[in-house]
Nanobody, 126 residues
């Protein structure tokens, strides 16, 4: 049973930073080539934040709202996925989810591209 477990959320002041982590069981990040972060604020749909596509040379994609502020990465051993978030604002407040595409297919920043999800970690900016 594959699991994704997020951590690192919390309460942060406007302009502050947080780093989210996502740990996977079963060496999932080493076996998968498409991994990403999504978020969902109360009353809103879940939206893509950032992804890393390791098929070939790693490429990255970011939502326009976070470009230049958020960075997705992994550790060298690909055991953990990170989301570094800088210059946070109240609009970034949401539950943040780590996700992996466990099957072949296009790696895009859309919900349908991912089929393995974590339980989420809350980020509140005030």
């Amino acid at each position: 049973h594959v699991q994704l477990v997020e951590s690192g959320g919390g309460l942060v002041q406007v302009g502050g930073s947080l780093r989210l982590s996502c740990a996977a069981s079963g060496n999932l990040f080493r076996r998968a080539s498409c991994m990403g972060w999504f978020r969902q604020a109360p009353g809103k749909e879940r939206e893509g934040v950032a992804l890393r596509d390791d098929y070939g040379t790693p490429t990255y994609a970011y939502a326009d709202s976070v470009k230049g502020r958020f960075t997705v990465s992994t550790d060298n051993a690909k055991n953990t996925l990170y989301l570094q978030m800088n210059n946070l604002n109240p609009e970034d407040s949401a539950m943040y989810y780590c996700a992996v595409r466990g099957s072949r297919g296009a790696c895009t920043l859309t919900l349908s591209a991912f089929d393995i999800w974590g339980q989420g970690t809350q980020v509140t900016v005030s």
